[in-house]
Structures are given as C-alpha cells and as structure tokens.
C-alpha cells in the first residue's frame, strides 16, 4: 500500500488502454470497461487504473505491492 496518496504524475503509464474482458462497470453495468497499468517513477508501485467507456467512471486497483 501506498505511504501517502499519488497522483498519476508520479509515474507513468504503460501502453494504452486494454479491454478488460469479463469486467464491467462499478457504476453502470456496462461492460465497455479498459484498463491501463500504472507503475511509479520509483518502480516500487504498479496499479491498475479502470475506466468505463460508457459513463466515464474510472477506479484504481493496487497491484500486489500493496
């Protein structure tokens, strides 16, 4: 787990945006749901950022770092 919140500029993201197959949405249902690895400009943290392509709604999962 993260020692203090971070903000996406304290790394980078790698790639583009994935089609997360058999996920769907936290907040609608909908299954147009992508995601994109995160990891920190220190190497020490990899997360997960969720996005929904049909409402817009995004939500992090923490890599097994945490």
């Given at each position: 787990?993260h020692a203090?919140?971070?903000?996406?500029?304290d790394?980078?993201f790698?790639?583009q945006?994935r089609?997360?197959?058999?996920?769907?949405c936290?907040k609608?249902?909908a299954?147009?749901v992508?995601?994109?690895?995160?990891?920190?400009?220190d190497?020490?943290?990899e997360?997960?950022?969720y996005?929904c392509?049909?409402?817009?709604?995004?939500w992090?999962?923490?890599?097994?770092?945490a």
């Amino acid at each position: 787990m993260h020692a203090k919140p971070m903000s996406e500029s304290d790394g980078e993201f790698e790639g583009q945006f994935r089609k997360a197959g058999g996920s769907k949405c936290r907040k609608c249902g909908a299954e147009a749901v992508y995601c994109r690895l995160w990891v920190s400009a220190d190497g020490a943290y990899e997360d997960v950022k969720y996005q929904c392509r049909a409402c817009g709604h995004a939500w992090w999962v923490d890599g097994p770092d945490a």
